[in-house]
T-cell receptor, first 114, second 112 residues
Framework: GAGVSQTPSNKVTEKGKYVELRCDPI?????LYWYRQSLGQGPEFLIY????????DSGLPNDRFFAVRPEGSVSTLKIQRTERGDSAVYLC????????????FGPGTRLTVL | DQQVKQNSPSLSVQEGRISILNCDYT??????FLWYKKYPAEGPTFLIS?????DKNEDGRFTVFLNKSAKHLSLHIVPSQPGDSAVYFC???????????FGTGTSLTVIP
């Protein structure tokens, strides 16, 4: 596609539920990032993929968060046992490769945990 | 620990005047800096970047200045236009890392 797309655009769930957030990067982009933006804050790094592998997952807050990118394109961020503090906008970005570090962001998924 | 700081949460500027947005960083390993612009309900949009080997980069109405000794960069927009009203984020990274560190953003309002 022309840009990074993310689905759903909005997700409301109840505390304790499981959610999946999807990211379709720009075709051909090998690097993929997940960020989280809470109200009044800047985007906060979660995880970085180079191809299919998670090259850096140091930003994942705890083991309730997990992300995959099985074919090196689409990525899914998975959150188990959601908590109210997980409410945020989850942003996905992709770039051609790490040597050309200008990530292009998607519109984000707004997650609300009630 | 906030490695990139934008100490001004908001800024208002008259149309046609210059907007100056500031950013400070603490990590001396950072060698690449970016500015993103964000409208409500949209993802951040890349605006302009600068490598640490330069002290200035210009693109149309937008100029970024880097002062490595002060660990400070600024974005100048001149002339400012109402369509520039948005939240601006400063970001930084190093060639040894994969993360981009973002500031908390500055909300710019350009008054017609």
């Amino acid at each position: 596609g022309a840009g990074v797309s993310q689905t759903p655009s909005n997700k409301v769930t109840e505390k304790g539920k499981y959610v999946e957030l999807r990211c379709d990067p720009i075709s051909g982009h090998t690097a993929l990032y997940w960020y989280r933006q809470s109200l009044g804050q800047g985007p906060e790094f979660l995880i970085y993929f180079q191809g299919t592998g998670a090259a850096d997952d140091s930003g994942l807050p705890n083991d309730r968060f997990f992300a995959v990118r099985p074919e090196g394109s689409v990525s899914t961020l998975k959150i188990q046992r959601t908590e109210r503090g997980d409410s945020a906008v989850y942003l996905c970005a992709s770039s051609l490769d790490p040597a050309g570090p200008t990530p292009i962001f998607g519109p984000g998924t707004r997650l609300t945990v009630l | 620990d906030q490695q990139v700081k934008q100490n001004s949460p908001s800024l208002s500027v008259q149309e046609g005047r210059i907007s100056i947005l500031n950013c400070d960083y603490t990590n001396s390993m950072f060698d690449y800096f970016l500015w993103y612009k964000k409208y409500p309900a949209e993802g951040p949009t890349f605006l302009i970047s600068i490598s640490s080997i330069k002290d200035k980069n210009e693109d149309g109405r937008f100029t970024v200045f880097l002062n490595k000794s002060a660990k400070h960069l600024s974005l100048h927009i001149v002339p400012s236009q109402p369509g520039d009203s948005a939240v601006y984020f400063c970001a930084a990274t190093s060639n040894t890392g994969n993360q981009f560190y973002f500031g908390t953003g500055t909300s710019l309002t350009v008054i017609p």
